[in-house]
């Protein structure tokens, strides 16, 4: 052969090869446009965080892990928070302190708080009382459709809920402090993280918990005992499961904590099996309809923390509150697909630190609270529906010019 054929021989492969790469390039160029486009043409919900919501706190308070969050008839926002028991006394107390060590910072406020849309203080209450064991370690808080308001408690000893008015009167405890039997028992909780009251039913679903595996299901008035049920449907089981495994099958009970139990407007019971990172579905009498794993590879304190509905008669959008990978996921609730996600760890507004518990008003706002040494409480404003263009819009800031 030639060295003339030989060279013809390496350009025509070299060509060729330059040709596939090419056309490589091309398809992947292609690829991505049809990605762009078909994310495009999904809209779903747009937020802004408002940094100036809520207003300053008055006397000095200060809020400590904040692990709860409601929105009532009326749109306003009540929170629940640990204070003092969260606080650190050297550097967050000092004017609580006997005697104060500061004049001004700070005191821990009160455990409930209670705010207007416009995100002033009007009301404010909590703390151990007459007729009731305030839990060791309050969790949880919710408004119900007649106006009142349920604590749950995740401390060791806590196996109770409370129910009390808008003003802090007392009116019912369901189960006592200390007698946790495990998820069998019929008068205690184990550890609660929230609870939910179906306005259709008049049952509150107990996320049951964070000592319990189960939903448990009462009357809300009387606070019996009416079902209970574990992960898939199951009789619950409280054997440990050990770590968390990704890779593992999926677990046949939930983990620890159960950490939401929420009623849809169609029926459909949306449970938080936080550590197993998913979102199990089921029929209110506990009959499993399907489930979503949402961040599978999450292991620690696990992606599934807190979950919300969106404000229209369908409910078509779920958000998922994630205080691992710090973030608000966007779901599309017929099909649980993730449509786009919000936020990033941080400080700053639009940013999370261990975001643990979320809201919605009437006019679809989203209000969040965090705990560990986030302690705070934000508000992410509904802008409408918009094309999905990032599977991942990071820290929602307000536009300058109040347009996307």
Request: glycine letters at 10%; a neutral charge; charged letters at 25%.
């Amino acid at each position: 052969m030639t060295g003339r054929s030989r060279s013809g021989k390496l350009y025509a492969a070299a060509s060729f090869f330059a040709a596939l790469i090419a056309l490589g390039v091309g398809q992947a160029a292609v690829d991505r446009k049809a990605a762009t486009q078909a994310r495009a043409a999904v809209q779903a919900p747009r937020f802004e965080v408002d940094p100036f919501w809520p207003k300053p706190l008055p006397n000095h308070w200060l809020l400590g892990s904040t692990i709860g969050v409601s929105v009532d008839a009326q749109d306003h926002v009540w929170i629940i928070h640990r204070g003092a028991a969260t606080l650190n006394p050297r550097t967050e107390m000092s004017a609580a302190t006997d005697p104060p060590t500061a004049e001004a910072c700070c005191r821990p406020a009160p455990p409930v708080l209670e705010f207007d849309p416009a995100g002033n203080l009007v009301g404010h209450w909590g703390g151990p009382g007459e007729g009731y064991e305030w839990p060791e370690s309050n969790h949880g808080i919710t408004v119900d459709y007649k106006g009142y308001v349920w604590i749950g408690g995740n401390g060791k000893t806590d196996a109770h809920v409370l129910k009390f008015t808008k003003e802090g009167k007392f009116l019912l405890q369901v189960g006592r402090r200390g007698k946790s039997g495990g998820s069998h028992d019929t008068v205690n909780f184990g550890r609660v993280a929230k609870i939910f009251v179906d306005p259709k039913t008049n049952e509150a679903y107990i996320a049951d918990g964070y000592g319990n595996k189960r939903v448990a299901v009462i009357d809300a008035d009387t606070g019996a005992f009416k079902r209970y049920w574990g992960a898939y449907g199951n009789k619950p089981d409280d054997t440990d499961l050990g770590p968390y495994d990704p890779d593992a099958p999926p677990a046949q009970q939930f983990r620890n904590p159960v950490h939401c139990a929420e009623v849809s407007n169609d029926g459909l019971v949306y449970v938080c099996d936080r550590v197993n990172d998913r979102i199990q579905v089921f029929k209110k009498d506990g009959t499993f309809v399907k489930e979503v794993f949402i961040a599978r590879r999450t292991r620690g304190d696990g992606s599934v923390w807190d979950i919300a509905f969106s404000r229209d008669p369908q409910q078509r959008f779920l958000y998922v509150a994630d205080g691992k990978n710090e973030k608000v996921y966007i779901l599309d609730r017929e099909s649980l697909q993730i449509l786009t996600s919000f936020g990033d760890g941080g400080r700053q507004p639009g940013q999370f630190f261990a975001v643990h518990s979320i809201a919605t008003d009437s006019k679809g706002n989203i209000y969040t609270t965090e705990t560990y040494e986030g302690k705070r409480l934000q508000k992410f404003v509904y802008k409408g529906l918009a094309p999905v263009t990032k599977l991942d819009q990071g820290t929602p800031w307000p536009s300058r010019s109040g347009t996307p």
